[in-house]
Each structure stands twice: as structure tokens, then as C-alpha cells.
């Protein structure tokens, strides 16, 4: 174990080799994404106080993904998460590690869910060359995500939120989704990673152009692609992006309360309920 990184960065990036292999081995292509993109080019690796691993794929890219890695996966030991499968009602997949532990802090409405340690896999989808519906792409993505928040859980005391998301739920999220995707396009020039989960319009489109071309670079102990036009993407992102937060001003979005490598989410159901009746409990105060 590389004594610089902690037991869940070593689970993820144990876990971004398995998705290279597959990837390399079919010619499926794709990059380190958001933070981790940043964190290859700041820190030739993970940003230290990051506790995600996050990679992008074209939405072809991604649906081929989805279809060959099961039959190269080994089932005991990794699972893939697929989008708006059965237990798992998000627009985005995960690639989780059976036999570990990665629980979040939210009210579950299904307790079949897989809750291992993940990395996230995020589609890039084209966006339509008019700007109004560049801008109702936006605004049904966020109503998906509202529905998909919903579904599994998702907890707010914002009472405007609690409102969205409960209308979303009664929305066509199949038809909804597929315009987000604008699948009918093939060349657009534009693209989103409005799935992705940002909350920002403008950090979340970008040039076709940007993506199409790949480098590799560093991330802890072997290579992995990002786009060449990294620098443009991440300024965009994240503004003057070499330069960390200051000492005091670098926390990340936390996203489990309980992580283990070594025991099963399945031991931690007593546990999971406790933390998820004091976050309802707090919700509704």
C-alpha cells in the first residue's frame, strides 16, 4: 500500500485499473474527469483530501461500457452499477467492489442497494447547436435528477427543493432523458456533462473539440487518459486551478460516513438505519 494514499483511495485506484483493463482491451475510450482529472494534473494523482475518483465517457463510449464490462468483470469481486437499473435509480453508474463499505448519510427507499466502495462513471452527451433547447436540456436534466435524488432517498430541508423534487416524480423521466441525451445528433458542437451531477450550466458544456484528443498522464502508479485540452477544461471548472485552497479552506464534498475495506455494507444494516433515522429526524425539524 502506498502509505500516502488511504485505504479508500487504494480500494478506487485498485478499481480504475479493472476499468482500464476493460477499456484498453476493447478500445472503449475515456478520461479522468472533474477531480480527478485536477488531481492527475496538480498532483499526479489524488487531490489528498479528495475522497471520490470520478471518469468521463461519451455516451456511445459509455453504453458500450456498460454492455461488455459485466461479461469481463469477476461478479465476486466488482460490480457494475448500471443507470436506472433495479436498485439503483440514478442517472450515472458506478463501478463498486463487493465485500467492502461505503455509507452515505441519506434516508435509502431501498435497502437492496449495492453500498460498496465506488468509482463513478459519468456519460458526456451532445448538446443541441440551438440555444433554447441548449437550455431546456438544462433544465430536464435537472428535473431527472430531481426524480432519480428522490427515489433514492434524498433529503433537504429547502422547502422549495422538497417541492421540485416531489413534482419530478410524477414526470416522464424516460422521455426526459432522452432529450437530455440528444441521441438524434451526431456532430454536435457542443457537449454536457450535465449528468454529471454539477449544478452550473456553464461549467458543465464544453467544445466537442476539447475531448477529441487524448493524452495520458500520471495518477499515482500508472497512466490514464485525460484530453489534451485539460488546461482549458479545468480553468473552466475550477478557475486558477494549479493553485490550491488555502489550508484552511480544503474540504471536499464529504461523501460517506462510514467507509471499510474490509467488511461488507450488508454488516453495517443496524448501523445504516441509526444514521439515516438521525438525518430524518434532523430533516424535519
Known amino acids: 500500500m502506498n502509505k500516502n494514499l488511504s485505504v479508500h483511495q487504494e480500494v478506487m485506484l485498485e478499481m480504475l485499473g479493472e476499468l482500464n483493463r476493460i477499456c484498453v482491451k476493447y478500445s472503449i475510450s475515456y478520461m479522468l474527469f472533474a477531480g480527478t482529472m485536477l488531481g492527475a494534473v496538480r498532483h499526479s494523482g489524488f487531490i489528498p483530501w479528495d475522497d471520490d475518483l470520478d471518469v468521463v465517457m461519451m455516451r456511445k463510449e459509455y453504453e ?5 464490462a459485466p461479461t469481463e468483470l469477476n461478479e465476486s469481486v466488482y460490480y457494475l452499477q448500471k443507470e436506472f437499473s433495479p436498485h439503483w435509480p440514478m442517472f450515472f453508474s458506478k463501478l463498486r467492489k463487493n465485500g467492502t463499505a461505503c455509507v452515505e448519510r441519506y434516508i435509502p427507499n431501498d435497502f437492496q442497494e449495492h453500498r460498496g466502495i465506488y468509482i463513478d462513471i459519468f456519460p458526456c ?9 441548449r437550455k431546456l436540456q438544462f433544465i430536464a436534466s435537472k428535473a431527472v435528477i430531481a426524480r432519480s435524488l ?3 432517498g434524498y433529503l433537504t430541508s ?4 422538497k417541492l421540485f423534487v416531489f413534482i419530478c416524480k410524477a414526470l416522464p423521466y424516460k422521455l426526459l432523458s432522452k432529450f ?13 456533462v450535465f449528468f454529471g451531477g454539477g449544478s452550473s450550466y456553464e461549467k458543465s458544456v464544453f ?26 477544461i479545468l480553468t ?4 486558477n486551478y494549479m493553485i490550491p485552497a488555502p489550508v484552511e479552506q480544503r474540504s471536499c464534498k464529504r461523501h460517506c460516513e462510514i467507509v471499510d475495506a474490509e467488511r461488507s455494507y450488508t454488516e453495517y444494516v443496524d448501523v445504516y438505519r441509526e444514521i ?8 424535519i425539524r
Open 64 to 68: 458500450r461500457f456498460l454492455k461488455i
Open 207 to 232: 467544445p466537442r473539440a476539447w475531448f477529441d484528443n487524448i493524452i495520458s498522464a500520471r495518477f499515482e502508479n500508472g497512466f490514464y487518459p485525460i484530453p489534451s485540452n485539460y488546461d482549458k
Open 276 to 283: 439515516t433515522f438521525k438525518e430524518y429526524t434532523r430533516s
Open 180 to 192: 437530455v441525451r440528444l441521441e438524434s445528433e451526431i456532430s454536435t458542437k457542443n457537449v454536457h
Open 236 to 239: 473552466k471548472m475550477y478557475g
Open 158 to 161: 429547502n422547502a422549495c427543493k
Open 125 to 133: 452527451d451532445n448538446l443541441s447547436n440551438k440555444n433554447i433547447a
Open 150 to 152: 428522490g427515489k433514492r
